[in-house]
């Protein structure tokens, strides 16, 4: 199966780095957003998006609450999702694992990490 990531991220450069991060890694296969609300239009419009790497801080709607809402929702409940984010204290951490994200990385991130994680969570979806 071939992975399509929806790239979720306020920051065109942070976008950048993790979409060039994902080609490096070998997959080609994405699309971007600028704020959690884009995100659940363009996951509405292409039922083939089957994996989230998501920002915490955007305007409009928060990673978090993309995740709260993208969990609520029959049709995406179990979509892979990873938080990709400079909040690294152990109380935002719990927060996004409680609201299921599947991994978490803290900014400044290497593309192995970005590669591990993406591992770590195909091998538990």
Request: no cysteine; glycine share 4%; net charge negative.
């Amino acid at each position: 199966m071939e992975l399509k990531f929806l790239v979720v991220d306020d920051s065109l450069t942070m976008r950048r780095i993790v979409t060039n991060s994902l080609k490096n890694l070998g997959y080609n296969n994405f699309i971007e957003a600028s704020d959690g609300r884009e995100a659940l239009d363009k996951l509405a419009a292409d039922s083939d998006i089957n994996f989230i790497i998501t920002d915490w801080n955007m305007p409009v709607l928060s990673g978090l609450e993309l995740v709260k809402t993208v969990r609520a929702d029959s049709r995406w409940a179990d979509l892979p999702i990873l938080m990709v984010t400079t909040r690294g204290v152990k109380e935002d951490i719990l927060q996004a694992l409680q609201a299921r994200v599947n991994n978490y990385v803290v900014k400044p991130f290497t593309p192995q990490v970005l590669n591990e994680k993406i591992d770590q969570v195909l091998a538990t979806a």
